[in-house]
């Protein structure tokens, strides 16, 4: 095997750059440009956020509707500045479509519990 890396020198990795608040893609591409790890499935045996579960450093919630939640939260904060603005407001309602429909997805798969909900007021303080 041309790889250097054992699994257990992976996993390790996944920690390390975890704990430094990188995401799973993040994760990935570090892993796959610096230490040429293709993929971590075929090397360890389990995708990145199996790993990052077993340790109980997974996110709270999934990589996709966090980034369109911190996209909403972006758009409102221009929109306060620009109210005017109408182009911005219809993107505002794509994404907020996007991410209920997400929302449905992932409360029907059980990643998110059945009474979660988004809502715009507090959606700054899920991405901060």
Do not use: C
Request: positive net charge.
């Amino acid at each position: 095997m041309w790889l250097k890396l054992t699994s257990d020198d992976v996993k390790k990795q996944i920690y390390k750059l975890a704990k430094k608040g990188l995401t799973r893609s993040q994760i990935g591409v570090i892993l796959r440009d610096s230490h040429s790890v293709v993929q971590v499935r075929f090397v360890t045996g389990n995708k990145i956020l199996r790993i990052l579960k077993s340790k109980g450093l997974a996110p709270d919630l999934p990589e996709d509707l966090y980034k369109l939640i911190k996209k909403a939260v972006a758009v409102r904060k221009h929109l306060e500045r620009n109210r005017k603005d109408k182009d911005a407001k219809f993107r505002l309602i794509l994404i907020d479509s996007r991410i209920h429909q997400l929302v449905h997805y992932y409360k029907t798969k059980r990643v998110l519990p059945p009474n979660w909900k988004y809502e715009s007021s507090t959606a700054s303080a899920l991405v901060a």
